[in-house]
Nanobody, 122 residues
């Protein structure tokens, strides 16, 4: 059974930082692209970052580029999302997901975690 479990969310003031973790089990983790997505109430799920199976390639949308960093440790089956200079508009539930493809659209991702809430106060 494949499981992805996010942790590290919470409440932080604008300008602060959080580091999210995503631990995977039940799959050959090192063969998958891992992405982070977020969804705010009433909005569509938004791509935040992705990292290739080896960790050598990363990609971010302009909304988070320069503030967020994705990394992975395949020995620990874990992907991280370091979020700095947080803004109130970053408030959302953050999800990690795994895909056999190199993709940014959420429909390309096969496995999902339950999400972790990030709230940024102004």
């Amino acid at each position: 059974q494949v499981q992805l479990a996010e942790s590290g969310g919470g409440l932080v003031q604008a300008g602060g930082s959080l580091r999210l973790s995503c631990v995977a089990s039940g799959l050959t983790f090192s063969r998958y692209t891992v992405g982070w997505f977020r969804q705010a109430p009433g909005k569509e799920r938004e791509f935040v970052a992705r990292i290739s199976w080896s960790g050598g390639l990363t990609y971010y949308p302009d909304s988070v580029k320069g503030r967020f960093t994705i990394s992975r440790d395949n020995a620990k089956n874990t992907v991280y999302l370091q979020m700095n200079s947080l803004k109130p508009e970053d408030t959302a539930v953050y999800y990690c997901a795994a895909s056999g493809l190199v993709a940014t659209h959420y429909k390309a991702y096969d496995y999902w975690g339950q999400g972790t809430q990030v709230t940024v106060s102004s």
